[in-house]
């Protein structure tokens, strides 16, 4: 399973590159906007920092505006792929992307059936958005298990991009219910490293190495 980083802070990427677990980048237009800075700049700093996938949303609404300026954004690196939301423009806007040869993430999925139809319009990446179902009272998981098994049975190669991801219990989840990938915010990446009893016998066996070791005079 592929990790990608949910984040538009090039720090936060370079920490993640330096450990092995950058798979490829996701970002939307509310991280762009917390960043300060440009689309377009931070997203070429980025492909600067990783040759893996990266995607960049469009902010326009409608497909014809949606085409221009996703053209725009896979301009800046082959690595690009075009993020739409999951609308009639945007699938619109996805099936042109799809034939002109551009990877297309469709996101803000909710539902099996949406995945259906992103499939079918010829979706590089689903993103179906865990967090968000569960902060509703929704199983969040139980639509990754749903999409794995509706992809696998009618054999649809959209990758299945798990979102809104928001801890180590929710990415150890979706590896089970089998998506291709997940994207996280950096810390809940690197917070997968952690783990309570690694500390405790670490600091043990130091201990006890320090105390067979000749104390100064
Ligand atoms: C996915 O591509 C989204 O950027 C992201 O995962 C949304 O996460 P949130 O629901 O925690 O904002």
């Known amino acids: 399973m592929d990790f990608f980083a949910d984040t538009a802070e090039v720090s936060e990427l370079r920490q993640l590159v330096g450990l092995g677990l950058l798979d490829g980048v996701t970002t939307n237009p509310s991280l762009i906007a917390k960043s300060g800075r440009k689309m377009t700049e931070v997203i070429a700093e980025i492909c600067a920092i990783t040759s893996r996938p990266v995607s960049a949303e469009v902010v326009a609404t409608s497909t014809e505006y949606m085409i221009a300026e996703g053209k725009e954004l896979a301009a800046i690196g082959p690595n690009v792929v075009v993020k739409v ?60 298990r749903d999409i794995r098994d509706v992809y696998d049975v009618q054999r649809y190669d959209t990758q299945i ?24 915010p950096a810390a809940v990446l690197r917070g997968l490293i952690k783990h309570p009893l690694t500390d405790a016998g670490l600091a043990k066996f130091m201990a006890d190495w320090q105390s067979t070791q000749p104390r100064p005079v």
């Open 85 to 144: 939301p999951l609308t009639e423009d945007g699938l619109s806007a996805c099936r042109a992307f799809v034939l002109s040869g551009i990877k297309v993430n469709v996101t803000l999925c909710f539902s099996l059936v949406q995945a259906i139809v992103a499939a079918k319009a010829g979706a590089t990446y689903i993103s179906p958005f865990v967090g968000r179902l569960d902060d509703i009272n929704l199983d969040g998981m139980q639509l990754i």
């Open 161 to 184: 991009l798990a979102a809104s991801v928001r801890s180590a219990n929710h990415l150890g989840e979706a590896a089970l219910a089998g998506a291709d990938a997940v994207t996280a």
